[in-house]
């Protein structure tokens, strides 16, 4: 009996934790970006941590992956970023502006006025005690509408890291997959000037950017892949000064939501430096160790988007983004996959400087 030809083994997919940063609508960038991955078999998400928009993607690919599979969690993504659509009237980003809604679409010469500075001055003089005193936040429907957080907290089938800013502390807070509710990512994305501090378990917290944006160090003591994936939602280069009052606060408010990853990053470096150099041991008493980066960044990507567009949930506008993060994440396949597992792909030196 004639034997056929030996078929060759399929290779195990690639092990791959994500970082994701947080950026209002502009999640929709990271929605993107899972979506082109979960279509690699090569690879294999098993770990996220995330931040406010961020952490939103992070429970949903779970829940999906949970439900369905790589399907499920594709088509879970697209129900929770329709239903963000669908809540725009009430801003799920937390869009102060009475105005913008007014002038959606408007030109954009309007908001360097003195009038237009004037009407955003009197907005941010108000507390969200003062202008939200029943706590309304339409990200706690549209979560409890997608998330059985009850299955996740149970059965999910990643590790999860959510990031939350703990007020009175001034530290960052970090909540496992075992402990999620919708609260916890209301939390990571509840920004101080738009929604009332959320409690839990009788401590305030505010948006995890501030402090951790995404939170890199649980990835490093904690039994998860070695590769690890950052999808950012801030550029860090912008090629312009900013000059008008609008352009200046954006710049300001990417390069805050920045800081504390540009320190991780930069912490990374110097561990990998050693490291190479011999002056450390990898995984010398469980502190150190080898991690591989990777990064589809903002900074060509979202480049021409200013902070205002966080706010944009029009479904035509989420679908663009969904689209830049879907063409970002085949061009890094493209040109990265091949150093999963191998080395990084991402140098945080030339990056940061």
Not at 26 to 53: C, K, M, N, P, Y
Not at 126 to 146: I, K, R, V
Request: proline fraction near 6%; glycine fraction near 10%.
């Amino acid at each position: 009996m004639p034997i056929g030809p030996f078929k060759k083994k399929p290779a195990s997919p690639k092990p791959l934790s994500l970082a994701l940063q947080g950026g209002g609508s502009h999640g929709a960038f990271e929605w993107g970006v899972i979506d082109r991955l979960l279509e690699e078999d090569g690879l294999e998400i098993q770990a996220v941590t995330a931040a406010s928009a961020g952490a939103m993607n992070a429970v949903c690919l779970a829940q999906g992956l949970l439900d369905g599979g790589r399907e499920g969690a594709k088509a879970r993504l697209e129900r929770f970023w329709k239903q963000v659509n669908r809540n725009g009237g009430r801003n799920i980003f937390g869009d102060t502006g009475i105005w913008t809604s007014a002038f959606a679409g408007g030109a954009d010469w309007l908001k360097n006025t003195p009038g237009w500075r004037l009407a955003e001055t009197f907005a941010l003089s108000m507390s969200p005690y003062e202008f939200n005193p029943f706590n309304l936040n339409p990200l706690h429907d549209a979560l409890e509408g997608e998330i059985d957080f009850k299955a996740l907290r149970e059965r999910s089938p990643l590790k999860l890291y959510i990031s939350a800013t703990q007020v009175r502390a001034s530290k960052a807070r970090v909540f496992r997959e075992t402990e999620l509710t919708s609260r916890h990512i209301m939390a990571s994305a509840c920004l101080p000037q738009v929604f009332q501090a959320v409690e839990i378990d009788g401590e305030p917290y505010w948006d995890g950017g501030f402090l951790a944006n995404p939170p890199l160090w649980p990835l490093f003591y904690d039994d998860t892949p070695d590769d690890i994936l950052l999808v950012s939602l801030n550029p860090f280069v912008r090629e312009e000064t900013p000059r008008t009052p609008g352009e200046i606060m954006d710049r300001l408010n990417e390069i805050t939501f920045n800081a504390s990853l540009a320190s991780e990053l930069r912490a990374i470096a110097f561990v990998q430096k050693l490291l190479d150099e011999g002056l450390l041991k990898d995984n010398a008493r469980g502190r150190y160790r080898r991690m591989l980066m990777h990064a589809i960044p903002a900074d060509k990507a979202l480049a021409d988007l200013s902070l205002g567009s966080k706010f944009d949930t029009e479904w035509s506008f989420l679908t663009d983004l969904r689209k830049r993060g879907y063409d970002a994440a085949e061009a890094w396949l493209g040109h990265c996959l091949t150093q999963v597992g191998v080395g990084s792909s991402f140098d945080m030196k030339t990056a940061l400087g």
